[in-house]
């Protein structure tokens, strides 16, 4: 009977033990899966930012005008509803839409206004962007045209000079946002005229017109070869046939304020092709060697002057047209020999190529929205290409490099996403890795040591009552929501650490004085009882009250010492002083404290239970033969508990490196990159939840952030491998742990 019962338990222990092998097999690859599903989701995420751009050919039919001869083909090309739509102009001012695809003429309008040139015909359209065309008619006379779905409406059209017989090279007219026009025309003769019509309204509610001329006398003018203006009308830039850029900058009245010449080819290659990219800001310079140069305004000397800011890849003939897209820095170039070059200006990508030789093109457009290419031959035959550029911004330069930005005075790492339309993102992930490890280093270099000496103070110097009451209680701490700490940090210590600046940094000489003056008194109270009783475990009563005596001589000082030396304002001698440090409200001071809150717990428990599981027998071996108490933890338990010390500090570390909430609430959020603890710093997790709000599912900042989520990854994964690894040397090393 007892035999049988026995069987039957054995039984039953052996199914249970199967069915609890396999529940816990199951729960692990069930947990290594989702780890692995979720890095693959993540990465699967950021993998089209690497991708190449792509131009799929789209077979299109010959436009045959019904009405004049089209000189110029798919200004505004667009992709809609599955067909490709193209504006065409005639000589005459009528304007078409025709879907390429099928040939079908969508609509035809002609130009209101167009009857005040019934004997002259057009000769030139320039395409402004967001629907917008600067029109150059023959007898000279310029018109700013808005080409809407079903309206086309002329703005403003300026005659010529009539005084001037000379014929007209090119002309531009723009307007600006305080309707004031601009129109600059270049004669053959090499006079350029500037005139500002500035349109208002009175007092009285009449029309009052003010119109201004301005005739550039300029040695270099005759010899311009490539002209252009940016789309207020404020700014005309010129190149030359011996290498050189000019740069006039108009006032309100259209007087030329700021006149710049700068030596762009020092071997006097001629310039033949200028544009403005998306913002007015970045100079697009084509060259007759095939080069294709980027220029901007950069401060110098408290001048702004133009400084080549990017250098795109070369064509293998001379420049004739640079076409910039209206959504991004991307820009279009067509050389002599027929062929076009798409390249991003921030990243100084190469994108892709197309046209061929034997077909050469003359004309080229790109859609409003970058995503397709049109292209004339002279024949008339209009070649299409279907784009996906996909993130043409992003490179390993852009995300780990130093970037000359609009804006900036020289390469820096940047990150910033926001700022308008015609506004150039930054993408640099190296301020938020500095930021990560900053925050990181700082709420280490106060959480290590606590939890340390915390941790052997507590496993070998004080009274086994004191141990049962602290270790939960540094246990607890951990239960506080990151969420409350960061809010107690930003909302209440960082005020106060504002106030009391200077009295924080004098702690940190007046506490090791007085520390060190008190353990020279004690020496002499040794000889006494009950000094010794209360070394016995019982330091910390007589520490405690030191501490506060510290803290009070530091607090007493503060204020004589800053009307002294700092004159009474510590932080604003911080900043304009010798050292020149910015003081923060919300810095890496108040990292330190709050992060290093929430990290003190973990390492503090893991260290305790390392240097409590050293044998006691290897303790008592040491003392018994004449060494303290000190001289034991440092020579015997440390080195035995090492392997778990270590793994106690880098848990801490990933937790650190991945807090969230805490470094979101006490830090301005500011990518900058800089050590000093006095300022803020944005981190890799506190940037994914600033973002993500904002960030279009599938576009380019959304896949950013998301391999702002790789790299945390990684960079967790290789710390701890890494403390993996110096574990398994150290537990070789001492063999116990």
Known sequence: MDDGLKTSSTRTAKRRDVAARWIITLGGVTVIASVAAILALIVGVTIPLFQGPRADAIPTVTLAPSNGKPIYTAVDCALSGGGMIATVWSDRGAIARVDLLSGKPLERQRLSGVEKHPKHRLQHVEPLGRGRYSLLWSDGATSLVEVAAFDVRQLAAMPADPSIKTPIVQAFLRRSDSDAFTQAVRYADGRIVVTRRIDAETAAGEQDTQTHRTVLHDQLVSRIAAMTMDRAGAALYAGTSDGRLIRWQFDDAGEPSHREVVRAFSDGRAVTALTLALGDVSLVVGDRAGGLSVWAPVAADGV?????????????????????????????????????????????????????????LQQIAMSPRGDALLGRESSGRVIAWRLDLGSPEISLNTLFGRV????????????????????????????????????????????????????????YFTTPAFRRAIKPAVELMATVPSVVIGFMAALWLAPILERWALTFCLSFVTLPVVMIAFMAIWQGLRRFDVARRVENGYEFLVVLPVLVVGAALAVGLSGPIETWLFDGHFRRWLFEGPLGLPFDQRNCILIAFGLGFTVIPIIFSIAEDSLSNVPYSMTAASMAVGASRWQTLWRVVLPSASPGIFAAAMIGFGRAVGETMIVLMATGNTPIMDWSPLNGMRTLSANIAVEIPEAPVGGTLYRVLFLCAVLLFLLTFTVNTAAELVRQRLRKRFGRF
């Not at 992930?429 to 340390?452: D, E, I, R």
């Open 404 to 459: 000359f930005y609009e804006g900036y005075n020289k390469p820096e790492y940047a990150w910033q996403t926001t700022g308008g339309e015609e506004f150039e993102p930054k993408f640099s992930l190296t301020p938020l890795l500095f930021g990560t490890l900053k925050g990181t280093f700082y709420a280490m270099l106060l959480a290590v040591p606590l939890s340390l000496f915390g941790a052997m103070y507590v496993s």
């Open 304 to 360: 702004q002057k133009l400084h080549r800011i990017h250098r795109l890849r070369s064509h293998d003939g001379a420049i004739e047209r640079i076409v910039a897209c209206e959504r991004n820095k991307t820009v279009a170039s067509l050389d002599a020999r027929g062929i076009v070059h798409l390249d991003d200006l921030t990243s100084e990508r190469a994108l892709i190529s197309v046209g061929s030789e034997s077909s050469p």
